[in-house]
């Protein structure tokens, strides 16, 4: 019997591994730091090891021994590199392709197993979801079919990881971007778009575009420290 590891983060990832590994075939298990994804490989040799939505750097070493599977939020080669579905709404995308690669040494430059389509309205959180729940099936489908991947093609389109200062919303937006603004970093782990005035910082979640006229959304006043 196959073993299978899925490294990943976030509670609902681990909700999902539950939800779904007990109906599928093999020995399964679930790391969520670089020190357990290493613990484990000291124990299990596993077929594959899934990445969704893993926050570090795999050393090359574990791509080469294993098939290191991880997933992104873009149709490459275009969008490889960091923060992909923040990009990707900054640019006007409505929706994506979610690509399943095999890891190498480049980020974001392995072959492609397959690509499924992805909706990109609602906060990141709810994206992550839905994305969360075509991982689980594109895992499946490459447990039971073992795709050979093939190597990427067309002209590479890099985009660069951005930084938590960069969550300041720009002056002079319309309401539609500061919506888009709000709701690509309303997820869990991420700083949320922010203005300042007068001595406080103002965090902007759940929001809602009633209108080109209004928005509302939930606002957590802080003071700013000097």
């Not at 795999?58 to 098939?67: A, C, M, N, R, S």
């Not at 991880?70 to 409505?94: A, E, W």
């Not at 895992?139 to 960069?166: D, L, N, T």
């Not at 959304?217 to 003071?223: G, R, S």
Request: proline share 5%; aromatic share 12%.
């Amino acid at each position: 019997m196959s073993t299978y590891i899925v490294a990943s983060v976030g509670a609902w990832n681990r909700e999902y591994f539950n939800q779904q590994t007990y109906q599928l075939d093999g020995d399964w298990y679930f790391c969520s730091t670089p020190e357990d994804l290493e613990h484990l490989l000291g124990i299990h040799n596993p077929r594959y090891i899934f990445f969704p939505h893993w926050r570090w750097i795999v050393p090359e070493k574990t791509t080469l021994d294993y098939e290191c599977v991880c997933f992104h939020m873009t149709d490459v080669p275009y969008g490889r590199g960091g923060s992909p579905l923040q990009n990707l709404i900054l640019r006007g995308h409505k929706t994506t392709r979610l690509s399943a690669l095999r890891m190498v040494k480049e980020a974001d430059a392995g072959p492609v197993y397959c690509k499924h389509p992805l909706d990109l309205s609602g906060s990141a959180q709810t994206i992550y979801q839905r994305s969360t729940e075509q991982i689980w099936s594109i895992i499946g489908y490459i447990i039971q079919h073992q795709p050979e991947a093939i190597e990427q093609s067309g002209k590479v389109v890099s985009f660069a990881r951005r930084k938590p200062a960069q969550s300041r919303i720009p002056k002079e937006l319309e309401l539609v971007k500061i919506y888009d603004y709000i709701r690509m970093l309303d997820a869990e782990g991420y700083p949320h778009a922010f203005m300042e005035a007068d001595g406080y910082r103002l965090s902007f979640t759940e929001a809602k575009l009633e209108n080109s006229q209004q928005l509302s959304a939930t606002v957590v006043i802080e003071l700013v420290k000097e």
